[in-house]
């Protein structure tokens, strides 16, 4: 939503509704003081984009109890040393999201940009060839071909950057964010991640949206320093950019908390792909084990083993609890979600 940063009164406000979203007061008031110091430093930011050939305007900036969007004025760099200028500059934000959760929008949870083939497997390279995508919407992607692994390097980058400006550099260290996605502290993870957040630099991605009634494209990760360019030493901080495009593929509540815990307790594959597209629905519907081969970017043809990887994959969802029940019945897969859920779109 749009809001008035300058006054204390429009701050609290601010604040409130980052309570309200179910973020703590501290996380909410901290983000508070990084975008204060944005606007007292004068830090340049991307500028919204322009409308559409169709002539259609940007729809309003939604406001949500799932998570929020803000723009705020920033001071432009003609008026930064005028202390009377009116603030009118707009930044951008990602939602913000309780610490147990992670977000994606849904058109990525339903498709197979992250596929779920065996990460050990050799990729292959796309050239911006399209992506499987469940219902409305269309993907195609340039790059190293994504997995599983890489989806949950990417929920992490994106939930810590959901606290920043959006296109402003996030920091980190490898052992911490190892931490956090809970892979082995060893330098062996630390290559591991650092060849995931590789691979994502050098991608090109198109997405469009029937909800936006436009295309977004997009470069996952703009900037990624890991190395001092005169020693060729490994920083100690990490920083990388994800592109301030994404802020849009967020809006109109069309994004699916995912509950971290229960993700990391999944082996890497179809059974947290299916973790991710399940929650997009707050109440899945009957749904074809050929369609989740397809959403999931599966190469297996054999439908008796087909239904065994399905089988296994939401057996998993049951102990981790997120399922309830399931059932597979002339190959068609219906699931009961356990009650209470907080993943919502």
Same mark, same amino acid.
């Not at 996380?27 to 002539?55: I, L, N």
């Not at 109109?252 to 509950?259: A, G, K, L, P, V």
């Given at each position: 939503?749009?809001?008035?940063?300058?006054?204390?009164?429009?701050?609290?406000?601010?604040?409130?509704?980052?309570?309200?979203?179910?973020?703590?007061?501290?996380?909410?008031?901290?983000?508070?003081?990084?975008?204060?110091?944005?606007?007292?430093?004068?830090?340049?930011?991307?500028?919204?984009?322009?409308? /559409?050939?169709?002539?259609?305007?940007?729809?309003?900036?939604?406001?949500?109890?799932?998570? @929020?969007? =803000?723009?705020?004025?920033?001071?432009?760099?003609?008026?930064?040393?005028?202390?009377?200028?009116?603030?009118?500059?707009?930044? /951008?934000?990602?939602?913000?999201?309780?610490?147990?959760?992670?977000?994606?929008?849904?058109?990525?949870?339903?498709?197979?940009? $992250?596929?779920?083939?065996?990460?050990?497997?050799?990729?292959?390279?796309?050239?911006?060839?399209?992506?499987? =995508?469940?219902?409305?919407?269309?993907?195609?992607?340039?790059?190293?071909?994504?997995?599983?692994?890489?989806?949950?390097?990417?929920?992490? &980058?994106?939930?810590?950057?959901?606290?920043?400006?959006?296109?402003?550099?996030?920091? $980190?260290?490898?052992? /911490?964010?190892?931490?956090?996605?809970?892979?082995?502290?060893?330098?062996? /993870?630390?290559?591991?991640?650092?060849?995931?957040?590789?691979?994502?630099?050098?991608?090109?991605?198109?997405?469009?949206?029937?909800?936006?009634?436009?295309? =977004?494209?997009?470069?996952?990760?703009? @900037? $990624?320093?890991?190395?001092?360019?005169?020693?060729?030493?490994?920083?100690?901080?990490?920083?990388?950019?994800?592109?301030?495009?994404?802020?849009?593929?967020?809006?109109?509540?069309? $994004?699916?908390?995912?509950?971290?815990?229960?993700?990391?307790?999944?082996?890497?594959?179809?059974?947290?792909?299916?973790?991710?597209?399940?929650?997009?629905?707050?109440?899945?519907?009957?749904?074809?084990?050929?369609?989740?081969?397809?959403?999931?970017?599966?190469?297996?043809?054999?439908?008796?083993?087909?239904?065994?990887?399905?089988?296994?994959?939401?057996?998993?969802?049951?102990?981790?609890?997120? &399922?309830?029940? @399931?059932?597979?019945?002339?190959?068609?897969?219906? =699931?009961?979600?356990?009650?209470?859920?907080?993943?919502?779109?």
């Amino acid at each position: 939503m749009d809001q008035k940063l300058t006054t204390k009164q429009g701050r609290e406000a601010w604040v409130k509704k980052a309570v309200e979203a179910g973020v703590t007061e501290a996380e909410a008031r901290d983000t508070m003081h990084k975008m204060v110091s944005a606007f007292d430093s004068g830090k340049s930011v991307p500028k919204p984009s322009k409308p /559409s050939s169709s002539g259609r305007k940007p729809k309003s900036t939604p406001s949500n109890s799932a998570g @929020f969007y =803000v723009s705020i004025p920033l001071p432009s760099a003609k008026t930064k040393v005028e202390v009377s200028t009116p603030l009118n500059a707009e930044i /951008s934000q990602l939602p913000l999201w309780p610490e147990v959760m992670r977000s994606l929008p849904n058109e990525i949870l339903r498709s197979a940009l $992250f596929n779920a083939r065996n990460r050990k497997n050799p990729r292959s390279m796309m050239k911006s060839e399209p992506v499987a =995508v469940i219902g409305d919407g269309r993907i195609s992607y340039r790059g190293e071909e994504l997995r599983q692994d890489d989806e949950t390097v990417w929920l992490q &980058l994106v939930h810590l950057a959901r606290r920043h400006v959006a296109g402003q550099l996030v920091e $980190f260290t490898a052992y /911490s964010f190892c931490k956090d996605i809970e892979w082995s502290i060893n330098s062996k /993870s630390y290559d591991r991640l650092k060849e995931c957040l590789r691979r994502m630099q050098a991608t090109g991605l198109d997405v469009y949206s029937k909800r936006l009634g436009r295309g =977004v494209s997009l470069s996952m990760i703009p @900037f $990624f320093e890991y190395e001092d360019s005169e020693t060729q030493k490994t920083l100690q901080h990490w920083r990388v950019r994800i592109a301030p495009e994404l802020v849009e593929l967020f809006g109109d509540h069309y $994004f699916t908390r995912i509950e971290w815990a229960q993700r990391l307790q999944l082996p890497d594959g179809l059974a947290t792909w299916l973790h991710g597209y399940l929650a997009t629905h707050r109440v899945p519907h009957p749904i074809k084990i050929e369609t989740i081969a397809r959403g999931a970017g599966l190469t297996e043809t054999n439908k008796p083993e087909l239904r065994r990887l399905i089988k296994r994959a939401l057996t998993n969802l049951i102990n981790c609890g997120f &399922l309830m029940e @399931f059932n597979i019945h002339d190959d068609i897969v219906t =699931v009961k979600r356990v009650g209470n859920h907080s993943s919502e779109r």
